[in-house]
């Protein structure tokens, strides 16, 4: 079964530094996804991509924060300058159209990522 | 705006033994439901969904009915096994591209 996949499965980083992280999403997906996950915390919607810009992105999703789809298969999710507060489960996600009320998003596994 | 409660975990019961978690939501308009499972070490997956009001959506045995009234969307199994030890997470998603989900609900079941 198809599925997504990120890397890496966790990063631990320090304050302040640039972190990078990949997902492959399903190859016949048109829309992509990054979801945050802070511990014990709700899961929350970052950003969604479509048609190489973004399409929608919440408060969280400020200037330390980019995505870009590089070539035909990765997404990528940059933050710049990492603060303590970054420190989450990131979820990648895509889904194959969207048709309202129907559309289905298939997750990745996560990326833990850990500021020190 | 758009939310989601979901009962606090965790839930842990006897195999065999029925179960309920609870989830309400917030919507302006008619969202769509989704109940969305994570496996240890594993991503978010599909459970079921329901789009519009009075559908049920089911699968592998879980139930979840879309009640407009009671604004919500109760996950159900009548006999619960060890392998649906998971965290269970109720969302919605209201005429834009972004899900907004509870923070999941772990359930634990015992043999």
């Known amino acids: 079964e198809p599925e997504v996949t990120q890397t890496p499965s966790h990063q631990v980083t320090q304050m302040g530094q640039e972190v990078i992280l990949r997902c492959v999403p399903i190859s016949n997906h048109l829309y992509f996804y990054w979801y945050r996950q802070i511990l014990g915390q709700k899961v929350e919607f970052l950003v969604s991509?479509?048609?190489?810009?973004?399409?929608?992105k919440s408060e969280i999703f400020d200037d330390q924060f980019s995505v870009e789809r590089p070539d035909g298969s990765n997404f990528t999710l940059k933050i710049r300058s990492t603060k303590l507060e970054d420190s989450a489960m990131y979820f990648c996600?895509?889904?194959?159209?969207?048709?309202?009320?129907?559309?289905?998003?298939?997750f990745g596994a996560g990326s833990r990522l850990t500021v020190l | 705006g758009n939310s989601v409660t979901q009962m606090e975990g965790p839930v842990t019961l006897s195999e065999e033994a029925f179960l309920t978690i609870n989830c309400t939501y917030t919507a302006t308009g008619y969202p769509s439901l989704f109940w969305y499972v994570q496996y240890p070490g594993e991503g978010l997956q599909l459970l079921l969904k329901?789009?519009?009001?009075?559908d049920k959506g089911s699968n592998k045995g879980f139930e979840a009915t879309y009640r407009k009234e009671t604004t919500s969307f109760h996950l159900e199994k009548g006999s619960v096994q060890v392998s649906d030890s998971a965290v269970y997470f109720c969302?919605?998603?209201?005429?834009?591209?972004?899900?907004?989900f509870g923070t999941g609900t772990r359930l634990k079941v015992l043999a």
């Open positions: 969302a919605l998603r209201a005429g834009t591209y972004k899900y907004i």
């Open positions: 329901a789009t519009k009001a009075d």
């Open positions: 996600a895509s889904s194959e159209y969207r048709v309202e009320g129907a559309n289905v998003l298939t």
């Open positions: 991509f479509y048609n190489n810009e973004i399409s929608e």
